[in-house]
């Protein structure tokens, strides 16, 4: 089992920043990759950014790139969603998830949610 909770959402005008985090806990060793998923009202759930566990290396939506950054802290088992320039679009509350590989599993977070006013 994996829990994650996430936090660092809140209301920031347009152009600000934010940075999320995501603690781990439980069998994080068994965790290949960790992603950012983001939804807005009225939508489904995105990809936003993720990792993969074992390389580090990382992947983002086209909206993300260049604004975002995915990051961890090993010692802390936490991913981070360093986000900048942000834009009234990226409001939404935002998902930690965990994909575990065996057995296969997915894992989300609680959410957060995150306000960009323009």
């Known amino acids: 089992q994996v829990q994650l909770v996430e936090s660092g959402g809140g209301l920031v005008q347009a152009g600000g920043s934010l940075r999320l985090s995501c603690a781990a806990s439980?069998?994080?060793?068994?965790?290949?990759?960790m992603s950012w998923y983001r939804q807005a009202p009225g939508k489904q759930r995105e990809l936003v950014a993720g990792?993969?566990?074992?390389?580090?290396?990382?992947h983002y939506s086209d909206s993300a790139k260049g604004r975002f950054t995915i990051s961890r802290d090993n010692a802390k088992n936490t991913v981070y969603l360093q986000m900048n320039s942000l834009k009234p679009e990226d409001t939404g509350v935002y998902y930690c998830?965990?994909?575990?590989?065996?057995?296969?599993?997915?894992?989300w977070g609680q959410g957060t949610q995150v306000t960009v006013s323009s």
């Open positions: 998830n965990a994909r575990v590989f065996v057995p296969a599993r997915i894992y």
């Open positions: 990792m993969i566990s074992s390389s580090g290396r990382t």
């Open positions: 439980g069998s994080i060793f068994s965790i290949a990759a």
